[in-house]
């Protein structure tokens, strides 16, 4: 039996069983590219051009919270539930006397961990490297960084839940929503969890290179709306969900 040493929203065993899905080799390995080429980057633009406020936010906010972000969310939310999922094992997680929503809330947390350690951490080196942080750049996008991850995670795990092709269309929002037409097309920036957290960046940068389309007040009460909402969808369709014998 598996059992609940801890929060009724946190169990223990579903975690250590999440991050050790998560952090297998395969999964491990794109884990830490992405972080590894944005220090490569870094360290290879600081040498080149020395430190420059104006550089270090373009590339904080192009690559980081842009693209590895979004990606590492896609990897982290999706990897956390999906493959149990996709390979049935979720049924021997769900016959155990564990609360569905607890199952969702304990992956949601790790997913969470797992995407702020690889995203907001290497975020804030990457902008020491490149500035020091001049104008409190590197903890303002590590902060935006670790915001924006929470609401990925739970978006991309409840993809994991609802779709078997999570992966595939968490490519796709990660990609071409938040990269591209997020980027590029005013009336979508509105609805880009990118701009959501860049009005926090902005907010803690000392500067003005740093800027978003959403006010702050905006992006947090949508951040915590999306987060909450995605979370709870997730739950609720992990619990339509039937296990063999259920008829």
């Known amino acids: 039996m598996v059992r ?46 020395g430190a420059d406020d104006a550089t270090t936010a373009h590339l904080l906010q192009g690559f980081a919270l842009g693209s590895m972000v979004p990606l590492v969310g896609v990897i982290a939310g999706t990897g956390a539930i999906g493959p149990e999922i996709d390979d049935g094992a979720i049924v021997y997680l769900l016959a155990k006397p564990v609360k569905r929503s607890t199952i969702i809330a304990t992956k949601l947390v790790v997913a969470i961990g797992v995407t702020i350690a690889f995203c907001a951490v290497p975020t804030l080196l990457a902008g020491y490297v490149l500035g020091g942080n001049s104008q409190n750049l590197a903890v303002a996008f590590a902060v935006a960084a670790a915001v924006a991850s929470v609401a990925y995670s739970a978006i991309f795990l409840m993809l994991g839940v609802i779709t078997r092709h999570a992966v595939v269309v968490g490519l796709v929002y990660a990609l071409v929503w938040e990269s591209v037409i997020g980027n590029i097309v005013p009336g979508a920036r509105t609805l880009s969890v990118q701009q959501w957290s860049l009005a926090i960046a902005q907010k803690v940068a000392d500067g003005g290179q740093v800027s978003s389309d959403v006010g702050l007040t905006t992006s947090v009460v949508l951040l915590a709306a999306v987060t909450a909402l995605a979370t709870w969808f997730a739950g609720r369709k992990l619990r339509t969900l039937k296990l063999a014998g259920d008829e």
Not at 21 to 38: D, E, S, T, V, Y
Not at 43 to 48: F, Q
């Open 4 to 49: 609940s040493a801890g929060p009724a929203f946190y169990h223990p065993t579903v975690a250590r069983l999440t991050y050790r899905a998560l952090l297998g080799r395969r999964r491990a390995l794109l884990l830490f590219g992405l972080p590894l080429l944005l220090l490569i980057i870094s360290a290879a633009v600081r040498s080149l051009t």
